[in-house]
Every structure is written in structure tokens, then in C-alpha cells.
Nanobody, 124 residues
Framework: QVTLEESGGGLVQAGGSLRLSCAFSGGTFGNYNMGWFRQTPGKERETVAVISWSGDSTYYADSVKGRATISRDKAKSTVDLQMASLKPEDTAAYYC?????????????????WGQGTQVTVSS
């Protein structure tokens, strides 16, 4: 059973940066597309960034494009999300997800396994 554990959330000032990390276990990491998603109360979960199983392809939501970088480390079985120039509207619970489809999906519904989430709060 694939399990995902996020870390790195917290309180950050606007304009600051943070790095979220997701530890993958219970499967062959290289077979899984990985994604970061976020959700605020009362809103649907939205995609932040996705990286393909090979690492060759990435996708970023328009809202974070140019401010976020997703990366994966095959040796550590981790996927990181580096975000800079944080804004109060980036405040959300951030979730890591995995799926073993051939093509990397860009919507949350295409992901099978989910972590518990980590809260990011950006103060103005």
C-alpha cells in the first residue's frame, strides 16, 4: 500500500519562501506520477504542480507558475515543492498525491493515493 507523508508546512511571511517535501513508501517510486495539490475550507482541491514518473514532464497551475518548482529524488523517494514569493492567497492545506497511470494527470481526480496534508499559512 502506497503511503505518502508531507512535511515542511508552517507560517511564512508574504514574500518569503518554503519547501514542502513528500516521502513516498509502499511501492516503486519511479512508477508513479506525483503531484502537489492544495485546498482551503469551502473550496475544491486544486492542482499546484505535477511531475511525471520519469521526471521529464512537469505542470504548474497558472497561479504558481514562475514561483514554484516541483522536483523528485529517486534515491530518496521524495518529491519536493519549492515555492517563492509567497502570497496570502497561497494559504492552504497542501497535499501530496501519487498515481501510476502512464500519463501524468493534472487534476486531483486522477490521483489514487493521498497524504494527510500539511498546512501552509502566509501572513501579510
Amino acid at each position: 500500500q502506497v503511503t505518502l507523508e508531507e512535511s515542511g508546512g508552517g507560517l511564512v511571511q508574504a514574500g518569503g519562501s518554503l519547501r514542502l517535501s513528500c516521502a513516498f513508501s509502499g511501492g516503486t517510486f519511479g512508477n508513479y506520477n506525483m503531484g502537489w495539490f492544495r485546498q482551503t475550507p469551502g473550496k475544491e482541491r486544486e492542482t499546484v504542480a505535477v511531475i511525471s514518473w520519469s521526471g521529464d514532464s512537469t505542470y504548474y497551475a497558472d497561479s504558481v507558475k514562475g514561483r514554484a518548482t516541483i522536483s523528485r529524488d529517486k534515491a530518496k523517494s521524495t518529491v519536493d515543492l519549492q515555492m517563492a514569493s509567497l502570497k496570502p492567497e497561497d494559504t492552504a492545506a497542501y497535499y501530496c498525491a501519487a498515481d501510476d497511470s502512464f500519463y501524468a494527470g493534472v487534476v486531483p481526480q486522477e490521483y489514487k493515493y493521498w497524504g494527510q496534508g500539511t498546512q501552509v499559512t502566509v501572513s501579510s
